[in-house]
């Protein structure tokens, strides 16, 4: 089992809607959650982190904790074609604050 | 505001031969990591570092050494290049474990061995 999975997509929105990206851990001790964003080409930019069960929301960006299941997703709400990107989920592993690890990517095209 | 600085951007090598991929960062971090990313794949952890001394195993070490003689610097260093090693590679800084651990990225060195 992979330590963080994430389909891979890509995953199709029209231009305002709402865009869902899910994520799955293994670890049962992490405790740090991260949405890292990658254009084409660049680097990973962070988009939000999370750290408590529940909903963190930021703009237009609502990042979903659920520690019972091993779960952490993304929401984007009134999708833009500059949000189509890589989504990156990144967990913190075995018991390391420090250590991380990434998960595949989702591939998100946001269509006019 | 240089942040995290890789060099060089893209170098092709030929099997077997060597080289560093130099990383530093000037926002006196503790907090260093090694990551590759192959087309179309997320990020593998190679090596990371909590401080000047102290260097840890990731998910795909083998192949690859680093050192870690100042907070600065994090140097990534091929022995023997293969071409299953072919791939970008990212260096990040963090300010502190945890939490709040938020990397920031180098622009990535684009590697291609043959």
């Known amino acids: 089992q992979k330590e963080v999975e994430q389909n891979s997509g890509p995953l199709s929105v029209p231009e305002g809607a709402i865009a869902s990206l899910n994520c799955t851990y293994s670890?049962?001790?992490?405790?740090?959650f991260f949405w890292y964003r990658q254009y084409s080409g660049k680097s990973p930019e962070l988009i939000m982190s999370?750290?408590?069960?529940g909903d963190k929301e930021d703009g237009r960006f609502t990042a979903q904790l659920n520690k019972a299941s091993q779960y952490v997703s993304l929401l984007i709400r009134d999708s833009q074609p500059s949000d189509s990107a890589t989504y990156l989920c990144?967990?913190?592993?075995?018991?390391?604050?420090?250590?991380?690890?990434f998960g595949s990517g989702t591939r998100l095209s946001i269509r006019p | 505001n240089a942040g995290v600085t890789q060099t060089p951007k893209f170098r092709i090598l030929k099997i077997g031969q060597s080289m560093t991929l130099q990383c530093t960062q000037d926002?006196?971090?503790?907090?260093m990591y090694w990551y590759r990313q192959d087309p179309g794949m997320g990020l593998k952890l190679i090596y990371y570092s909590v401080g000047a001394g102290i260097t840890d195993k990731g998910e795909v070490p083998n192949g690859y050494n680093v050192s870690r003689s100042t907070t600065e610097d994090f140097p990534l260093r091929l022995e023997l290049a293969a071409p299953s090693q072919t791939s970008v590679y990212f260096c990040?800084?963090?300010?502190?474990?945890?939490?709040?651990?938020?990397?920031?990225f180098g622009a990535g060195t684009r590697l291609s061995v043959l």
């Open positions: 926002m006196n971090h503790n907090y």
């Open positions: 990040a800084s963090s300010p502190t474990p945890g939490p709040k651990n938020i990397q920031y």
């Open positions: 990144a967990v913190n592993v075995q018991s390391s604050a420090s250590k991380i690890i």
């Open positions: 670890d049962r001790v992490s405790q740090s």
């Open positions: 999370i750290y408590s069960n």
